[in-house]
């Protein structure tokens, strides 16, 4: 059975392009990346998904009444391509109750951080100046909080003294296309078991 993706993005898509990327490569058998939803017209992942094939979802929150009319449209685009994964990857906004009572436990989201540090808008930024010599990267499932969700995987990077948001931001990057290409292919394969907050990958 083919389990089909659906990415929402709402920047320049570098994450979005190392998924398809991969599917495209044949390294995720068994996945489809059947849509990308996006919440910025002027976002340049609307260029790679062109260039890659892929069809696009996208609208802007300001001509809804509320984010649950929103995210009713959007369950219903997801819904008629028969979507069983939802991968945030630099969607800038917060699940609300809509979209996460019909995927609950399907959605997962990238952080660059190590959660439960530096929760929320420019984690980069945070780590900076906070300090810290090791920050990194999570992939989480989402629940109704800002990055609570229950942790799958996470991978460490470490902070130079060099470092400035750039610099530190292209490492993290760099590790963020890998680690969430290997959480999707757990998921697809089954490996994933979650029980309240601890997460068990099989082998």
Not at 181 to 191: D, K, T
């Amino acid at each position: 059975m083919v389990r089909k993706l659906a990415i929402f993005a709402s920047g320049s898509g570098s994450n979005f392009e190392a998924i398809v990327q991969a599917v495209q490569a044949g390294r995720l058998p068994g996945v489809e990346v059947a849509l990308l939803v996006c919440d910025k017209p002027q976002a340049k992942v609307l260029e790679r998904a062109e260039r890659l094939g892929i069809e696009a979802f996208v609208f802007q929150p300001k001509d809804y009444a509320n984010k649950a009319a929103f995210e009713a449209e959007v369950v219903q685009e997801l819904q008629k391509r028969e979507i069983s994964l939802v991968v945030l990857a630099g969607y800038m906004r917060l699940v609300g109750e809509t979209l996460l009572a019909a995927y609950e436990g399907s959605i997962i989201n990238l952080h660059p951080s190590l959660l439960p540090a530096f929760p929320g808008k420019d984690a980069i930024g945070q780590a900076l100046a906070y300090g810290v010599k090791i920050t990194g990267v999570t992939v989480h499932l989402v629940d109704a909080g800002l990055d609570t969700g229950p942790i799958i995987a996470q991978v460490p990077v470490a902070v130079q003294e060099q470092d400035t948001a750039e610099t530190l931001a292209a490492r993290i990057h760099a590790v963020e296309h890998g680690l969430l290409v290997e959480v999707i292919g757990m998921l697809a394969e089954g490996r994933v078991q979650v029980a309240g907050r601890q997460v068990q990958v099989r082998s």
